[in-house]
């Protein structure tokens, strides 16, 4: 089966908070996940997003088996690190080839 891999990347100093605050959510609704050391996942129905943080940016990238579940799983993780960066003003840039 094919797999469709998405990569954002989202401009944030605070990387390592967002990345960690989008995984403690997540698994606070029962979903596996982990963060350490900067990097981490978690484990949806649709597939896997993961995360890692770098000195100016948090990247994001899904993995998925369908187009329609790579998009769905795009909106739910960039969503909600929109909402969680408000105040930073936080946006996520999906790579052209996404899907």
């Known amino acids: 089966m094919a797999e469709f891999t998405s990569v954002g990347r ?8 967002y990345g960690s605050q989008l ?9 596996e996940g982990s963060w350490e050391d900067g990097r ?3 484990r ?6 993961e995360f890692e943080a770098q000195d100016d940016a948090l990247v994001l990238r899904v993995v998925t ?4 579940d790579a998009a ?4 739910v993780v960039e969503r909600h690190l929109v909402r969680f960066g408000t105040r ?12």
């Open 10 to 17: 989202s401009a944030t100093e605070r990387a390592s908070r």
């Open 23 to 31: 995984v403690k959510h997540f698994t606070h609704k029962d979903l």
């Open 40 to 42: 981490g996942f978690v």
């Open 44 to 49: 949806f129905s649709a597939g896997l997003a």
């Open 65 to 68: 088996q369908s187009e329609d």
């Open 72 to 75: 769905r799983l795009r909106d």
């Open 88 to 99: 930073d003003e936080l946006t996520v840039t999906w790579d052209a080839g996404a899907s």
